[in-house]
């Protein structure tokens, strides 16, 4: 977890840094603020998920650690890291091609200023990106569907992205996490065990916060998606 806010560091610089801005540019990278928080507070009750799970009897440990991988057969925190990784794939996506539309840009400028120069006038070329006051280049999406396209591609990635890591959330972790005690019997130990999993409460309220805040990810970006096909391909 550590590696991934250490990763996550040089991206929301560039964040603040970059010469190109886009319509919700802003909020993708607030979310990932966000979500890198939480993952990482989430993450906090599950460090030692072995040593709160505990069965009764006196047998060898191994009972203990066959029962515990027979519970919790399916992945937790690794799914989640690789989620979170997967998340900011998507945003670096638009990333990516913003970087492409600024380096067209600037190569139609220079052309531009080299037929003025041999020419002695101007001629104005249609380009997806334009120069605000600050100099800073804005994607302008009423201009190209290709751009509009991409743009509600990424976004599209993000929701199926975050609609993934719901379910794993919701239909995978949450039930391993029952108030039990449940039952366990391995063909290493035959013997029918109770086992329980210290701190339950705390492990759920993790798993809730994620899935609340991937719920809020998954509502924005539906209503970017729809304001983006009403206002830019429909022209409302």
Same mark, same amino acid.
């Given at each position: ?6 990763? @996550? ?53 191994? $009972? ?20 979170? #990784?997967?998340?900011?794939?998507? #945003? ?13 840009? !600037?190569?139609?400028?220079?052309? #531009? ?5 041999? !020419?002695?006038?101007?001629?104005? #070329? ?9 100099? !800073? ?32 959330? @919701? ?23 109770? $086992? ?17 805040? /991937? ?9 970017? $998606?729809?304001? /983006? ?8």
């Amino acid at each position: 977890m550590a590696a991934l806010v250490t990763g @996550l560091i040089p991206i929301l610089r560039t964040a603040v840094d970059a010469t190109t801005t886009y319509t919700g540019r802003a909020v993708w990278f607030g979310f990932l603020c966000i979500r890198v928080v939480i993952l990482f507070l989430a993450e906090l009750p599950f460090h030692k998920l072995d040593l709160d799970f505990a069965c009764n009897g006196t047998g060898e440990s191994i $009972c203990i650690k066959a029962c515990f991988n027979r519970h919790f057969h399916k992945p937790m925190m690794v799914a989640w890291n690789f989620m979170f #990784v997967l998340t900011i794939f998507s #945003v670096m996506l638009m990333e990516l091609f913003t970087s492409h539309l600024r380096s067209r840009a !600037q190569k139609r400028s220079c052309q #531009v200023k080299a037929d003025m120069e041999l !020419q002695g006038q101007g001629t104005e #070329v249609a380009q997806v990106a334009s120069k605000d006051t600050k100099g !800073q280049i804005v994607i302008d999406l009423h201009r190209d569907r290709g751009t509009v396209g991409f743009y509600l591609f990424s976004i599209t990635l993000r929701i199926l992205i975050e609609s993934w890591f719901l379910y794993v959330l @919701l239909f995978w972790n949450l039930p391993a996490l029952d108030n039990g005690p449940f039952n366990c019997s391995t063909d290493i130990c035959s013997d029918l065990r109770v $086992c329980v999993v210290r701190a339950a409460p705390e492990k759920r309220m993790s798993i809730y916060a994620l899935a609340s805040i /991937s719920g809020m990810i998954v509502v924005c970006s539906l209503l970017f $998606c729809v304001y /983006s096909i009403v206002h830019y391909l429909c022209h409302f």
